[in-house]
């Protein structure tokens, strides 16, 4: 093993530690901030917020609850590829980086796309909520947007180095 592996492979087991640190982290965080949007009334006394002001208290814990699973699912397949690069499967790891990619990109667009829709489910069942839905997407919406459709792409790239490699070990 050069020494280049050996350090790709250190780093992907540090990076792995601290993946799996931020999956108890986050989703602690997100079950957290939703108690208290839930327990009191949607604001939470200022210290949680869910993006959107009009979202009903039911909507905005739906919202963080779907949210912070979306995000948890993405890192456990971070977790995933970063144990195969530990092990040194290098080129084995396009499926996980895929979902990575997929599960951050869902996440993205339903922070984009579900606070409207819940205004919009609040008003139509009879809530007391504004009648009316704002859809906001900012620059950081469409960078995360950009960014998890480049990592799909590495990860098609990454499909394609492992066909090669296979067809080069069946040479020899």
Not at 56 to 63: D, F, M
């Amino acid at each position: 093993m050069t020494d280049a592996l050996a350090k790709t492979r250190r780093a992907a087991r540090w990076l792995r530690w601290l993946a799996i640190g931020l999956i108890v982290l986050v989703e602690a965080g997100f079950l957290l901030a939703t108690a208290m949007v839930a327990g009191a009334g949607g604001t939470a006394g200022g210290a949680v917020s869910t993006g959107a002001a009009e979202l009903a208290p039911w909507a905005g814990a739906t919202s963080l609850l779907v949210f912070g699973l979306l995000v948890g699912i993405a890192l456990v397949h971070l977790v995933r590829m970063l144990g195969r690069i530990e092990r040194g499967a290098l080129f084995a790891t396009a499926r996980e980086l895929r979902g990575f990619s997929l599960w951050l990109f869902l996440a993205v667009l339903f922070s984009i796309l579900a606070p409207p829709l819940l205004q919009l489910a609040d008003a139509w069942f009879g809530g007391s909520g504004a009648h009316r839905a704002t859809l906001t997407a900012d620059s950081d919406d469409a960078l995360m947007l950009l960014i998890t459709g480049l990592l799909a792409l590495i990860a098609r790239l990454l499909e394609a180095a492992q066909e090669v490699a296979d067809e080069a070990a069946q040479i020899v």
